[in-house]
């Protein structure tokens, strides 16, 4: 079975410009999350959906962020303009909370750097 | 305060050893445990959920404290290929039950030959 899927697997912008981060989570799963990850702050959530209505995006930095997710197997991150301070590992992650409770599944991560 | 807090390490220990790491959350309705396991510029994966009655899988052994509100993690004859990046995770519990998990900042493990 396919895992989470995300794209760009790595990406560099210039600041200002904007950054479009995708998700594909697993088949079924009705949790997506997306999380960013620094050295010094960790692993921190910054929104979740269930059954693709967003649910708590208080984790988004500010309002340059913004998430969407259109259907059941797409999501999308936007940062716009970005800075560099935006430069991170940024991680999309499904659950499904028919199976064991709360295991979620993460891709592989986007590597974004602002320059 | 953080709502999970574990001690980032590092551990450096020699193949063989047996090495305890620990984890206190905050939130007292926390419902769900877990220990993820990150391996460097990789994503986190599920290793083990921790459930009350303490629980092994192979050479790894997780206990849950919901006293003191303490999660351990012992891994037995540690290999080269543990080395990695222990997450301790709590799911918020209570009213806001909603599968949210709380990350700790992880404690890196360094095992030597």
């Known amino acids: 079975d396919a895992g989470v899927i995300q794209s760009p697997r790595h990406e560099v912008t210039e600041m200002g410009q904007e950054v479009t981060l995708r998700c594909k989570p697993i088949s079924g799963h009705d949790y997506l999350f997306w999380y960013r990850q620094t050295m010094m702050r960790g692993l921190e959530l910054l929104i979740y959906?269930?059954?693709?209505?967003?649910?708590?995006d208080s984790g988004m930095p500010e309002d340059r962020f913004s998430a969407k997710m259109p259907n059941a197997s797409f999501s999308t991150l936007k940062i716009q303009p970005s800075e560099p301070r935006d430069s991170a590992v940024y991680f999309c992650?499904?659950?499904?909370?028919?199976?064991?409770?709360?295991?979620?599944?993460f891709g592989p991560g986007t590597r974004l750097t602002v320059t | 305060r953080k709502e999970v807090e574990q001690d980032p390490g590092p551990f450096n220990v020699p193949e063989g050893a047996t090495v305890a790491f620990n984890c206190t959350y905050s939130n007292s309705a926390s419902q769900s445990f877990f220990w993820y396991r990150q391996d460097c510029r990789k994503e986190p994966k599920l290793l083990m959920s921790v459930y009350s009655s303490g629980n092994e899988d192979g050479r790894f052994t997780a206990q849950l404290n919901r006293a003191s509100q303490y999660i351990s993690l012992l891994i037995r004859d540690s290999k080269l290929s543990d080395s990695a990046t222990y997450l301790c995770?709590?799911?918020?519990?209570?009213?806001?039950?909603?599968?949210?998990?709380?990350f700790g900042q992880g404690t890196t493990l360094q095992v030597k030959p």
């Open positions: 992650a499904s659950s499904s909370h028919r199976g064991p409770s709360y295991e979620q599944y």
């Open positions: 959906f269930n059954n693709n209505v967003p649910i708590d």
């Open positions: 995770v709590v799911t918020r519990g209570g009213s806001s039950n909603t599968g949210k998990l709380i």
